[in-house]
């Protein structure tokens, strides 16, 4: 790998389009009529289950191969940006029940991990590259020059997207992590995996990433730091019981409460939380971990007041069934926990779907935001093809499923993966990027949860939470 400091990155292949949202492919073919009150083993091959209080409202296809297995959304005004392995796509928002499709960018890096800041996105490239440009190859982590870590555009014109500046960083970017100051973008850089045979990407990797974005000349991007966040090392690894939990060797995400100064940390091995009051030297301030359920700390969510966290484990990496009763309630699952003021954390219980899927289906916890209720607190969150939950946990230690939407076993692989990466609240609705089938909008009736809708955002990124608004 080799840091890139010219500006001219190369160009990037931005196709405006308008209009090319169809109705949801459910309808299409011979695939069962939508069903309300079925889920799990009782849909057929594509069929789409729903709670009774879900209201499917559209659905945009990948167009192939411009976009391909769907990632992570972000939010801006009235235009999600939604991330793919091949690029990202801007959709205008404004009238959720029809989104348009404003840019479709090329350009390949998986897993383009998507955040927005003002005119600024930030996407990840975790996947070695032959070099920055937007018409890179595959190319193997073991030669010096490939290159893998931060893109940064400019997406002021959203129909045509500008490619500004390349970072690159260890072991590339799994993940990204806005924390905002008055001059300044931060992007925490999460990765892992290093290896012996990669001169970027050496063992042992207990750091993160520091980007440092001034906001008047985000062309001078750096990396400014790669703080070590595990000294002693972190989580070893190892087996407990059926369960095999992973080393500690960098993080898989980061969640920034910026208003407390303080941000959560899945880290494979470890959930930690960690003091951001200088955004240029977090320090981890608690750890815990859970050997006999948790197989890898993926990801972290506050809840409104910053007294919760909820710790998700993606056990099998999203590839494994787990969705059933040979693994049960426990494992691939959520933790949640209870933060004290004194950031230390109580584990209270966990919560995982109780909506069985075929062994086939790949179903694990995964990506999802909180629904800002006054006094509640309520999670919408992807489930992989256990489809989208929307669940409570104002009660931690007695969590329930309020509502879901899902589809049965993708038809177009054999009855197996697929399903929704990051389901997300913005501004009265939830956005789901599906791996296979592109972009979902959906409408949550439920009436003890119509208070939300009041709450009006200008952005979101998940991954680096506001303070919703009481109501």
Not at 50 to 58: C, G
Not at 315 to 341: E, F, H, M
Not at 408 to 416: E, F, I, Y
Request: glycine letters at 10%; one cysteine or more.
């Amino acid at each position: 790998m080799r840091f890139f400091r010219s500006v001219a990155i190369g160009a990037i292949a931005a196709i405006a389009t308008t209009g090319v949202g169809v109705a949801s492919a459910s309808t299409a073919g011979d695939v069962p009529e939508p069903a309300v009150g079925k889920s799990g083993l009782e849909l057929a091959p594509d069929q789409i289950g729903h709670s009774k209080n879900v209201k499917h409202l559209f659905n945009t296809p990948h167009v192939t191969p411009v976009d391909a297995t769907g990632s992570d959304i972000a939010f801006s005004g009235d235009k999600a940006f939604v991330g793919n392995y091949d690029g990202f796509v801007i959709f205008d928002i404004s009238t959720p029940a029809s989104p348009e499709v404003l840019a479709r960018v090329s350009c390949p890096g998986s897993q383009n991990d998507i955040t927005i800041s003002g005119d600024l996105l930030y996407l990840s490239t975790d996947s070695s590259r032959s070099d920055t440009s937007c018409a890179s190859t595959t190319q193997s982590a073991e030669v010096k020059e490939s290159w893998e870590g931060i893109k940064i555009f400019d997406v002021s014109d959203p129909k045509n997207p500008e490619y500004i500046k390349a970072v690159e960083t260890k072991c590339g970017s799994h993940t990204n992590t806005l924390v905002p100051s008055a001059d300044h973008d931060y992007i925490y850089v999460s990765s892992y995996s290093p290896n012996e045979d990669f001169p970027d990407c050496q063992p042992p990797h207990d750091l993160i990433s520091i980007v440092k974005v001034p906001k008047a000349d985000p062309t001078a991007a750096a990396v400014v730091d790669a703080p070590n966040l595990f000294p002693d090392g972190g989580n070893p690894g190892g087996t407990e019981g059926t369960n095999n939990y992973r080393t500690t060797s960098g993080c898989h995400d980061i969640t920034a409460y910026p208003s407390k100064k303080i941000a959560a940390g899945a880290c494979m091995g470890d959930g930690v939380i960690i003091d951001i009051a200088n955004p240029e030297a977090p320090k981890v301030i608690e750890t815990v971990r859970d050997t006999a359920n948790f197989a890898f700390w993926h990801s972290a969510t506050f809840n409104n007041t910053g007294t919760k966290v909820v710790f998700t484990d993606e056990l099998g990496g999203g590839g494994l069934g787990t969705c059933n009763v040979k693994l049960g309630p426990t494992r691939g699952a959520n933790a949640i926990y209870d933060l004290s003021s004194d950031n230390q954390l109580t584990f209270k219980n966990y919560f995982k779907i109780s909506r069985h899927q075929n062994d086939n289906e790949n179903c694990v916890a995964h990506n999802g935001s909180l629904i800002p209720l006054p006094g509640r607190d309520v999670m919408v969150q992807s489930w992989y093809m256990g489809g989208t939950s929307v669940w409570d946990f104002t009660d931690s230690e007695n969590p329930r499923e309020l509502e879901y939407f899902e589809r049965g076993p993708n038809g177009n692989v054999g009855g197996g993966g697929g399903g929704t990466w990051s389901s997300y609240y913005y501004n009265g609705h939830v956005y789901s990027s599906d791996l296979g089938k592109g972009f979902d909008v959906l409408k949550i009736t439920n009436p003890s949860l119509k208070q939300a809708d009041k709450v009006k955002m200008n952005e979101l990124n998940p991954q680096s939470q506001p303070v919703y608004p009481k109501r």
